[in-house]
């Protein structure tokens, strides 16, 4: 089965409720955000288009257990999706700072997949910014390039390569990534 086929985007479903709750509660100035040197430990000479820049992570499931006090709020906001929280491996708030170096707006992260075993990625993007998602085929050739918008879910197999960007226009790019198993 081809790439292009393995992914779905999903839009207006979630519950505004829970958004806002979320937003209240990680963009507060006690919230604990991380500092990660890079988005993914490999060289960004490997591929074509691509460059690493730090982000600031939150791991809310690690190795299938809940890791932060805001697993609640995911185990709500989940409900609509086709997955239950205990089908999740790990969930990790990722926030990309704007990056204004990289002007190609054709440039991305190094492109990967989150874990080695068989599964799924949901990506629930929880602010509307100009740092894209991209899809990759077996031939890490972009097959898919997707905007962040409040709200707007990407499901894939988790075999296939992707990456983020830093915006350039927006402030910020903060998404949910999630990596379940069926």
Not at 94 to 116: A, G, V
Not at 167 to 178: E, F, G
Request: aromatic letters at 12%.
């Amino acid at each position: 089965m081809k790439a292009e086929s393995n992914y779905k985007i999903i839009k207006d479903i979630l519950s505004k409720k829970i958004l806002n709750t979320l937003d209240k509660t990680i963009f507060k100035s006690d919230f604990s955000w991380y500092y990660n040197e890079y988005t993914v430990n490999e060289s960004p000479k490997k591929y074509k288009n691509s460059y690493d820049h730090f982000q600031f992570s939150h791991w809310i499931v690690r190795e299938s257990k809940p890791n932060s006090p805001i697993s609640p709020l995911l185990e709500e906001l989940i409900k609509p999706l086709p997955f239950k929280y205990t089908q999740i491996v790990r969930a990790k708030l990722n926030f990309l700072p704007q990056y204004k170096i990289e002007k190609n707006r054709d440039k991305h992260n190094i492109p990967h997949i989150d874990i080695e075993t068989r599964h799924k990625v949901a990506i629930i993007y929880l602010d509307n910014s100009d740092g894209f998602t991209y899809l990759f085929n077996k031939d890490n050739i972009i097959f898919k390039k997707v905007k962040p918008k409040r709200g707007k879910v990407l499901l894939f197999k988790g075999c296939i390569k992707h990456a983020g960007s830093h915006p350039i226009d927006s402030k910020k790019r903060v998404l949910l990534n999630i990596d379940y198993i069926e």
